[in-house]
């Protein structure tokens, strides 16, 4: 049975998250229904990560299997010309028989965007966090900075789904300021619930002196969610790069 | 009685354009409700256009009068604070009792926004046209210089809202690309309803070779809607700028 794998990108304010749901509309769904009507036959499509309503993605990988015989070069444009405007695949490659999306994920990167302005712009703020109050970009990026490195990230993560650790590996975390736009980035071998939310919010608490940059070691240390910062809303926060070995690599590293 | 000029910016995606209905969401709706919390009286808005259902705005104007002892700088956010992330208002100017945000204005422009890219992109495409199929930007821009001036423009206006004449004067309109990206600028004395859309549609033609900008003058002078290019969609189609004279003309000069 051939495994292909996608990538795709969503503006997910339309969705509530990745994951199939009863009752909303989810990509998941979506985009299995677009899958189903080309290869014509039920699917299961599993994704790189979940994410929660109103998150956003820039390259996202997601793979299902199929004994349809379509040509791989032609499933972009098939799925897309039965997706809606926010959901599109930019492209499709054939992965090994035990390639999974999730499962064979290297690392990931998610972005947050804040527009840090005082008046809001229609065109920004359904796709970053709106946020009047002036901050630091360099007291956020030298408080991300704490953030790098073998961590229990248990103090930066809201509880709701198990996990066997929450020790986890940031590879890098820094943030920038262009204009009124701020974005941090964060990569790491796997992120905990709602962990890139509450880091950009302890980032925020740092930028208001809330906390200092050289208080965040003993607060993971201390693993309490309650001493650090505010889970940031979803409208900010995009997965950005997910990286794989091979094919599905190379495709996924495409800009 | 105060008259406020406010200027303010939407995407329009979620709306049934500006125009208050008696069943959808509407922009003059939502901004009435938004300005009667504040001035804490009913208050009738005019706008300076009506706008269709997906249509955006960059900077538009609209009037309303009012008692409320508010002062003219607070107007911004306190209106902001009470309308949704999709409708900003970003200045607000006390204008001439005789003001009135459609009878005062001297000149508008619109652009529209072609996506024109073989692969679809959700963060583009709520906001501009997509057309995967290659366009000459050359020749739009070529068949854009024929509608320039005073003429009679029935051809490129769909019947539904009555008026006087249907000519007009057209200040400039041209094309240029960056990227994938398309940008149509034009600007008038006033428009026709969808004249935006059908002149847009005409360049398209006239990049796909199914009529020649050399003919544009003919097909204005016959004034037959059916020998011109498609209505093109609503979600490329930004009111772009707004002219006044005075106060009011100043704060919608702001970039």
New interface residues.
């Given amino acids: 049975m051939r495994n292909i794998a996608l990538r795709l990108?969503?503006?997910g304010s339309a969705y509530h998250g990745w994951q199939a749901q009863a009752s909303e509309a989810t990509v998941q769904q979506t985009l299995e229904r677009a899958v189903e009507k080309t290869v014509q036959h039920p699917v299961h499509i599993t994704g790189c990560g979940r994410t929660d309503a109103g998150v956003?993605a820039?390259r996202y990988c997601a793979n299902f299997r199929t004994d349809s015989a379509i040509p791989t070069d032609r499933i972009?444009?098939a799925l897309?010309s039965r997706l809606p405007?926010?959901?599109?695949v930019?492209a499709a490659v054939e992965a090994p028989e035990d390639f999974n999306a999730i499962g064979s994920c290297l690392q990931k990167e998610y972005i947050y965007k804040i527009h840090n302005s005082?008046?809001?712009?229609?065109?920004l703020?359904?796709?970053a966090c709106?946020w009047p109050a002036p901050l630091d970009a360099d007291v956020m990026n030298a408080a991300a900075a704490a953030f790098v490195g073998r961590h229990d990230f248990a103090a930066v993560r809201s509880v709701g789904t198990p996990t066997k650790t929450t020790v986890r590996t940031v590879h890098w975390c820094r943030v920038e300021r262009d204009g009124d736009m701020i974005t941090v980035w964060v990569c790491a071998d796997g992120f905990l619930y709602n962990m890139v939310r509450a880091i950009v919010g302890t980032l925020v608490y740092a930028s208001d002196g809330k906390l200092s940059p050289a208080d965040i070691p003993l607060l993971l240390e201390k693993g309490d969610r309650r001493l650090t910062g505010p889970t940031m809303p979803p409208q900010g926060l995009y997965m950005h790069r997910v990286w794989y070995e091979g094919d599905v690599g190379r495709m996924m590293a495409i800009p």
Same sequence: chains 1, 2.
């Avoid at 005082?118 to 065109?123: E, L, N, S």
């Fill in positions: 990108s969503y503006d956003h820039m972009p444009l897309n405007a926010d959901i599109a930019s005082r008046i809001r712009d229609p065109f703020d359904l796709r709106f």
